[in-house]
């Protein structure tokens, strides 16, 4: 049984920076793809970024170049770093996995979810 957790949200002033973390149980971490997505209030479920199970990265162009996924399959563990934070970032972000190699940020395609962490950013 697949199960996520995330952890490491916030609230911070723009420009400032986070980690996100997410740990994963109970499947073979290696062979899956992870993601990143958020959600803000009023809005549509959003792929923010993904890494595949090979380690190949995919970026939403909003985040492309402040936001990295990197992933320690020593520990289960996905991170979303981001850097010069804005507001329009805020969102409670969720962590997801999907067996096998994927490329595509689609929130349909993912299979397992964690239950998200809060990220708040101040102007």
């Known amino acids: 049984q697949v199960q996520l957790v995330e952890s490491g949200g916030g609230s911070v002033q723009a420009g400032g920076s986070l980690r996100l973390s997410c740990a994963a149980s109970g499947y073979t971490y290696t062979s899956y793809s992870m993601a990143w997505f958020r959600q803000a209030p009023g809005k549509e479920r959003e792929g923010v970024a993904l890494i595949d199970d090979y380690g190949g990265t995919v970026y939403a162009a909003s985040v492309k170049g402040r936001f990295t996924i990197p992933r320690d399959n020593a520990k289960n563990a996905l991170y979303l770093k981001i850097n010069s934070l804005k507001p329009d970032d805020t969102a409670m972000y969720s962590c997801?996995?999907?067996?096998?190699?994927?490329?595509?940020?689609?929130?349909?395609?993912?299979?397992?979810w964690g239950q998200g962490t809060q990220v708040t950013v101040s102007s």
């Open positions: 997801a996995a999907r067996k096998g190699w994927w490329s595509l940020l689609r929130p349909e395609s993912f299979d397992s």
